[in-house]
């Protein structure tokens, strides 16, 4: 089945720790993001990439970093530097970038004591 | 720039009541416009979609119409059910080829929905 799988579900890490969390789609989009999602809240795009090797900035970036070196994988570190990591993130994929259906993983809910 | 504006909620309904949540939005282009619903712990699912104005999406009972004239995408259905009880976004997306714009989620609008 297609689709978008996140890894873990839940994670635990300390403060002070980078944290990487995973995204894989076998969909064939070009298109990815990365989410962040507090109780209560809506979304924030945390980057988003159009194509392989080319990822661009969203509105919350500061204290996250990405890659993009396939296709199917746009993994995101959560780094030492982010304030305020605990949360649920998501990623996401459309087909390209645009006016299209986003495709939701099922998250990974982190939490930084 | 462009956004979403959405009743918050909480919303409690009772099972086979009328559901709507209204959603009202800016643009500076020509948006597609969606609903998606997110159950408990899940990530979000597309519910519907609308990409012009008069546009009707509609799926699993399900419908909002794309109105230029009020800026609207309302969401409504006929008879919720428990199984409906989720978060619902209401979300834009102008066309990033040409504006490179984003797409903008409203807050969410928490449904439950009672026995």
């Known amino acids: 089945d297609g689709g978008i799988t996140q890894s873990p579900k839940y994670l635990f890490r300390k403060e002070g720790q980078n944290v990487t969390l995973s995204c894989e789609q076998n969909?064939?989009?070009?298109?990815m993001y990365w989410y962040r999602q507090d109780p209560g809240q809506g979304l924030r795009l945390i980057y988003y990439?159009?194509?392989?090797?080319?990822?661009q900035k969203g509105d919350i970036a500061e204290g996250y970093s990405v890659s993009r070196e396939k296709k199917e994988s746009f993994p995101l570190t959560v780094t030492s530097a982010q304030k305020n990591p605990t949360a649920f993130y998501l990623c996401?994929?459309?087909?390209?970038?645009?006016?299209?259906?986003?495709?939701f993983g099922p998250g990974t809910r982190l939490t930084v004591t | 720039g462009n956004s979403v504006t959405q009743m918050e909620g909480p919303v409690t309904l009772s099972e086979e009541a009328f559901l709507t949540i209204n959603c009202t939005y800016t643009a500076t282009g020509y948006p597609s416009l969606f609903w998606y619903v997110q159950y408990p712990g899940e990530g979000l699912q597309l519910l519907l979609k609308?990409?012009?104005?008069?546009d009707k999406g509609s799926n699993k009972g399900f419908e909002a119409t794309y109105r230029k004239e009020t800026t609207s995408f309302h969401l409504e259905k006929g008879s919720v059910q428990v199984s409906d009880s989720a978060v619902y976004f209401c979300?834009?997306?102008?066309?990033?080829?040409?504006?490179?714009?984003?797409?903008?989620f409203g807050p969410g609008t928490s449904l439950s929905v009672i026995p």
């Open positions: 996401a994929s459309s087909i390209r970038q645009g006016a299209y259906e986003q495709y």
């Open positions: 969909l064939n989009h070009d298109a």
């Open positions: 609308a990409t012009k104005a008069d």
């Open positions: 979300a834009l997306s102008d066309n990033w080829e040409t504006s490179y714009d984003k797409v903008i």
């Open positions: 990439s159009q194509i392989v090797n080319d990822f």
